[in-house]
């Protein structure tokens, strides 16, 4: 059985742009190694990325889905870069089965392309984009007990040969960087370290559906988009033990972020 992912995705296009990609050299070594940590070769990744909402459920079903720049104020190159993994009809079709069946209206989005939360990071995990891609959106009201059963549904999918990744970030207040983001961040970090390395399932239930009112909460997630992608991965592997694969006490002049795996 596969493992499952919430990964801290970075920020913008970064991998195309060399002083970002430096500053965030730590994330490039976590995220190249994901690959090397899975003892079977997956036959697609299944992405949950933060800068994909519907009011009703989707899953991209293109076999060979575009480009979207879903950025601003980055150099020009930015908006001409190409990831063209394959996307897969017939994963989007389990996907959409799955969920179906447990009662989870969804529909097919053929017109979908890949937004930076999705090919930022596979491009430094897969960068032969070799690796079969498909998106599942989030839920417009960003429920976390509804993103947990979203999780649960997939969960036949870690036997199948489909990563989950949640692709989010575990801090994203893009008003707050450098110092000032120093102590929240960390504040929240280290709540998110206990909630989920050092919980039994209750309580990590308990404590995740809940995080408004973890330390510093509302500052380090004004709106919890980015946070929302690790539902689903813990949904998938509720029962699982969870490693922080990631880890960084400076990005972006002082904010510590982290990712971690379920398995």
């Not at 009011?55 to 104020?73: C, H, I, R, T, W």
């Not at 891609?133 to 036997?159: C, F, M, T, Y």
Request: proline share 9%; net charge negative; aromatic share 8%.
């Amino acid at each position: 059985m596969l493992p499952t992912y919430f990964i801290s995705h970075g920020g913008g296009p970064w991998p195309y742009m060399p002083d970002l990609r430096a500053m965030l050299a730590t994330l490039e070594t976590a995220l190249a190694d994901m690959p090397n940590q899975l003892t079977e070769k997956p036959k697609a990744i299944l992405m949950i990325s933060g800068h994909w909402e519907t009011k009703k459920l989707a899953v991209q079903s293109s076999p060979a889905p575009g480009m979207e720049y879903d950025y601003y104020g980055f150099p020009e190159h930015t908006y001409q870069v190409k990831y063209q993994a394959p996307g897969s009809p017939e994963v989007a079709a389990r996907v959409a089965e799955l969920l179906s069946a447990a009662g989870m209206p969804v529909d097919l989005d053929d017109k979908k392309g890949y937004d930076h939360g999705a090919f930022a990071p596979m491009e430094i995990m897969y960068p032969d984009a070799d690796m079969p891609l498909v998106q599942l959106s989030l839920k417009a009201n960003l429920d976390p007990e509804e993103h947990l059963a979203i999780g649960r549904a997939l969960k036949p999918l870690r036997e199948e040969g489909v990563l989950i990744v949640g692709s989010g970030l575990s801090y994203h207040n893009l008003r707050l960087f450098g110092p000032q983001a120093k102590e929240p961040s960390a504040q929240f970090d280290a709540w998110l370290q206990t909630t989920l390395m050092s919980s039994s399932p209750e309580q990590r239930h308990e404590r995740i559906v809940a995080w408004d009112k973890a330390p510093q909460a509302r500052v380090c997630h004004p709106r919890e988009d980015h946070l929302i992608p690790l539902m689903v991965a813990l949904g998938a592997a509720e029962e699982a033990e969870a490693t922080r694969v990631y880890h960084d006490k400076n990005v972006f002049g002082g904010v510590t972020a982290s990712s971690f795996r379920f398995d």
